[in-house]
């Protein structure tokens, strides 16, 4: 896809992918959420392969949920939402400009506006939590959410397989019984980088797990 694609210009071009996995506090140090937004969902043309990728999200995420009734329900909760709304239409500062309409808040899309203003009025809170605690919402208490997404988080948060494992029964402990947990991932990625700043990595160990899940959920 448009991240491996990325993911060879920058072996080729830029950063060579980390050799060890980057640790939580690197991440927090190193992801910037406005030069996220501007590298992958800017849709401009130069970057085709990132509104390709994007656009493809949207598309799958669309037939999800307009196709399954166990994603329905009143309370949907967004693991690791990043500042990015399209699976919603999040990091913190960026969404909570997002969502105040602030002067300065990432520009998504003109034609997405009726749905924007819908989203704003939707969303309840925006919340810190951390998919490798066992409790990950922290001292917060949520109503158990009628469905999970998770957007291109677990493979950047989990450096290893069992931490990935553990990372989806932590999030599943806010999920109601039987609902469902919608996944974004990025199959083959090792890292992805932004501008003017470190590459972040990605779990490799992680693809050959996923790819046997779908599998799995193909195989019936
Ligand atoms: C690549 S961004 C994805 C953002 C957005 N969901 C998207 O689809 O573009 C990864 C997100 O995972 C979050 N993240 C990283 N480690 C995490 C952890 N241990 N627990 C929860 N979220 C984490 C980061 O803060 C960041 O927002």
């Not at 950047?156 to 553990?166: H, I, Q, Y």
Request: aromatic share 8%; hydrophobic share 40%; glycine share 6%.
């Amino acid at each position: 896809g448009a991240r491996e694609e990325r993911g060879a210009e920058l072996a080729l071009g830029r950063m060579e992918a980390p050799a060890i996995f980057m640790e939580a506090e690197f991440y927090q140090r190193n992801f910037d959420p406005r030069e996220y937004l501007k590298e992958f969902y800017s849709m401009s043309t130069s970057r085709e392969g990132a509104s390709a990728f994007m656009m493809l999200n949207l598309g799958n995420l669309r037939k999800i949920f307009s196709l399954s009734e166990h994603s329905r329900g009143d309370i949907l909760i967004d693991v690791g939402c990043g500042p990015t709304t399209y699976q919603l239409l999040s990091n913190h500062r960026e969404m909570k400009k997002w969502l105040k309409n602030e002067a300065g808040a990432f520009h998504w899309e003109p034609k997405w506006a009726k749905k924007q203003e819908k989203l704003r009025k939707t969303v309840k809170q925006v919340l810190k939590c951390d998919v490798t605690k066992a409790n990950p919402r922290g001292p917060v208490s949520l109503p158990p959410a009628d469905c999970i997404v998770s957007t291109l988080c677990l493979e950047g948060a989990c450096k290893d397989l069992a931490t990935f494992r553990s990372a989806l029964r932590n999030i599943s402990t806010l999920l109601k019984p039987g609902r469902h947990l919608v996944m974004v991932t990025a199959l083959g990625d090792t890292c992805y980088t932004q501008q003017n700043s470190n590459s972040i990595s990605e779990a490799p160990e992680v693809v050959p797990f996923l790819s046997l899940c779908i599998f799995q959920a193909w195989a019936g």
